[in-house]
């Protein structure tokens, strides 16, 4: 029942017509749809430092002093199950992470090794150089065990799997894809993340094996995944996530994903066709298809169906056009929220400067800048409570007060506690509803046109998370603002959750 029901709110939103119009060119010109060009991208590129207090001090108490530090600041953790990482890139650069993960951060364990890096040779030669360099110890990484990255922000690194082949030998944990170096960018680079203060660890295979060891693991706060169905799925990928959610671990899943997810449109064979609506070039005539992507069905692998991000525990996000907000390709209904998913930039998997980044999008784009965000207000209230010690506790409880804390008077945090549920809907409540554009829909081959009525929460969720509504987020949770009032959404997820729970069983 509930894959025909699904099923049938993709065909509604399919089926409604678009405004008649010429179609135009779009403006701005493609080539300026990047983040580097938009003023509301997350970050000025100021350098992360913990201890900056302890520098002044003599070279011989700076590590006393700054560990000091370290423990006495509150940190959240986000996992990504992915391709690997580039650790040379500066955008997780942190020359002051030089503690053992395990001396600042609760319930870290005390065995992982350290994978000593060549910064000096990266930043004056490049990375194949720095690659060269540390070949001998990159291979000696080996799978299902933890490693830690000093000198950046990525504390844990684990390989269940292949990452994917690339240009450079396959090395456990680093990445030669390109895919996990973005995600972990756009959620957590000092330069192109939504939470540049978040730690890393970067969870090398997709699939259950990287899930399960992630969700088991209470010391991390959010589990991040771009990726869907990629065979048979084991059902303990199911009760690991119910069981980590039920914990108070948040895991996020990109919608669209998965081997229904194909590039087989009719439109689309040959390669040489072109899209109706056509794809615009750039001096204004209709352009053939390069990448049969850019043609896939709309909404051809529902999201409830999935057992990765079709339970009601799950936070399911879709992806939206950074230029407009419109609902935009890769993505699949229903979702809880949504987030840019179209010419974002992010850091490259082969390179180290910031100036060496990559076009990024697609869900797997949205759902790492959402866990970013969530983990910001996380990293807030732990701030605000005085609570160093993190993870989750009993009650799903994701900050707590430390004793002697002053309160906030209002707002969530006036309880003393945050709990996972209270986190998650502070993100989704504030999130911007963007109505449907039938004039952008005219050149914007990609979006998912909505129909003015519920259903447009099937695809779009609470709406857009971005810079505005972060900040709207973190008024919110220290009682500076009201939560927003969004019955009618409610109503309509609380509808699709209903469904979700026929089939994957309750939270």
């Known amino acids: 029942m509930k894959r025909v029901l699904a099923t049938a709110a993709a065909a509604l939103l399919l089926a409604m017509p678009l405004e008649a119009g010429a179609q135009v060119p779009p403006t701005p010109p493609r080539d300026q749809w990047y983040a580097q060009n938009d003023t509301g991208h997350w970050s000025d590129g100021t350098r992360v430092r913990i201890d900056e207090s302890c520098l002044s001090l003599p070279a011989s108490e700076q590590a ?47 065995g992982p090794e350290p994978v000593e890096l060549s910064f ?114 084991p059902l303990g990928s199911t009760t690991a996530t119910r069981n980590a959610t039920r914990r108070g671990q948040t895991v996020a899943f990109a919608a669209g994903n998965g081997t229904t997810n194909t590039n087989s449109h009719r439109q689309c064979v040959p390669l040489t066709a072109v899209c109706t609506p056509p794809i615009w070039s750039d001096n204004g005539g209709p352009a053939p298809i390069e990448d049969p992507c850019k043609c896939k069905t709309p909404d051809s692998n529902p999201s409830m169906t999935s057992p990765y991000g079709g339970p009601s525990w ?76 993190g993870g989750q506790r009993p009650g799903q409880v994701v900050a707590a007060a430390s004793p002697g804390a002053t309160l906030p008077e209002a707002g969530p945090l006036a309880d003393g506690a945050l709990t996972r549920v209270e986190a998650e809907s502070i993100v989704l409540k504030t999130a911007n509803t963007v109505p449907f554009d039938p004039v952008e829909a005219t050149w914007d081959y990609a979006i998912r046109p909505t129909t003015g009525t519920p259903y447009d929460h099937a695809v779009q969720g609470y709406g857009v998370v971005d810079r505005g509504s972060k900040s709207r987020a973190l008024q919110v949770l220290l009682g500076e603002a009201p939560m927003p009032d969004r019955a009618e959404v409610d109503q309509v997820i609380a509808g699709f959750d209903t469904l979700r729970n026929a089939v994957w069983g309750n939270p």
């Open 120 to 233: 000096d040779v990266a930043d004056a030669e490049g990375y194949a150089a720095a690659r060269d360099a540390d070949e001998d110890s990159l291979s000696e990484i080996t799978r299902n065990r933890l490693y830690w990255f000093p000198g950046t922000r990525i504390i844990g690194g684990y390989s269940s799997g292949a990452g994917g082949a690339g240009t450079y030998s396959e090395r456990n944990i680093i990445d030669e894809n390109g895919h996990g170096t973005g995600v972990a960018s756009v959620a957590a680079g000092q330069f192109y993340g939504s939470n540049p203060n978040a730690l890393i660890v970067m969870v090398e295979g997709l699939g259950a094996n990287g899930l399960n060891w992630a969700t088991s693991q209470p010391w991390i706060d959010i589990v991040s995944n771009s990726w869907g169905n990629i065979g048979n799925v």
């Open 64 to 110: 006393a002093c700054s560990l000091e530090a370290f423990r006495a600041k509150p940190f959240t953790v986000i996992a990504f199950i992915d391709s690997g990482i580039n650790p040379y890139q500066q955008d997780f650069r942190a020359p002051d992470f030089v503690h053992h993960p395990s001396q600042f951060i609760e319930g870290y364990p005390a």
């Open 314 to 389: 799950i936070l399911t996000v879709g992806a939206t056009s950074p230029i407009n907000g419109q609902p935009h390709w890769w993505h699949s209904i229903p979702v809880d929220v949504s987030s840019f998913g179209s010419k974002w930039r992010a850091a490259a998997y082969d390179g180290v400067l910031p100036t060496e980044n990559r076009d990024f999008g697609g869900t797997s784009c949205a759902t790492p800048t959402t866990s970013g965000v969530l983990s910001a207000v996380i990293e807030r209230a732990r701030e605000v409570l005085g609570d160093t010690v």
